[in-house]
């Protein structure tokens, strides 16, 4: 199920009753990263996937995508903040730094960004890259990789 490099960790998942087992191994691989960026086609998962993540920090609040408010805060049972992201409707970078995207970005706290394409260049050099290839109708293969 795991495939690891210094910086680069795969994992391959064939159900989604295996999707908290896949966010736990992101959790850790994470370490002190604050910043993950999901790429992946419409319909890959990027939202389910980051609902398990926010079960597996303790997230108290209902997740959900963030399309229409681009952004949700939610909090953990200690009170500390995660932002989750959907760039999705973003035309550009300039349109986020409207929204003081790059506040967020570089409080500290967790940030979950999907659609991350369009902010690029705004992103800061420490961060996780997790690239989902569908594989099949519940099949995926998640492609780990730190930076900075």
Same mark, same amino acid.
């Given at each position: 199920?795991?495939? &690891? @490099?210094?910086?680069?960790?795969?994992?391959? =998942?064939?159900?989604?009753?295996?999707?908290?087992?896949? &966010?736990?191994?992101?959790?850790?691989f994470?370490? #002190? =990263?604050? @910043?993950?960026a999901? +790429?992946?086609?419409?319909? &890959?998962?990027?939202?389910?996937?980051?609902?398990?993540? =926010?079960?597996?920090?303790?997230?108290?609040?209902?997740?959900?995508?963030?399309?229409?408010a681009?952004?949700?805060?939610?909090?953990?049972?200690?009170n500390?903040?995660? +932002?989750?992201?959907?760039?999705?409707?973003?035309?550009?970078?300039?349109?986020?730094?409207?929204?003081?995207?790059?506040?967020?970005?570089?409080?500290?706290?967790? =940030?979950?960004?999907?659609?991350?394409?369009? @902010? #690029?260049?705004?992103?800061?050099?420490?961060?996780?890259?997790?690239?989902?290839?569908?594989?099949?109708?519940?099949?995926?293969?998640?492609?780990?990789?730190?930076?900075?």
């Amino acid at each position: 199920m795991v495939d &690891a @490099v210094e910086k680069q960790l795969i994992l391959t =998942c064939k159900s989604l009753l295996q999707l908290p087992e896949i &966010a736990s191994q992101i959790v850790i691989f994470k370490g #002190n =990263c604050n @910043v993950i960026a999901f +790429y992946g086609e419409l319909g &890959a998962g990027k939202t389910t996937l980051i609902k398990s993540i =926010c079960n597996k920090i303790d997230v108290e609040d209902i997740v959900s995508s963030p399309t229409f408010a681009i952004i949700n805060e939610y909090l953990t049972n200690s009170n500390d903040p995660v +932002y989750h992201f959907d760039f999705f409707r973003i035309k550009d970078a300039e349109e986020a730094l409207n929204i003081g995207v790059d506040e967020y970005l570089f409080s500290g706290h967790l =940030c979950l960004i999907e659609w991350p394409e369009v @902010v #690029n260049n705004l992103l800061p050099e420490k961060l996780l890259k997790v690239r989902i290839e569908v594989t099949g109708p519940e099949s995926r293969i998640f492609h780990l990789e730190k930076h900075g």
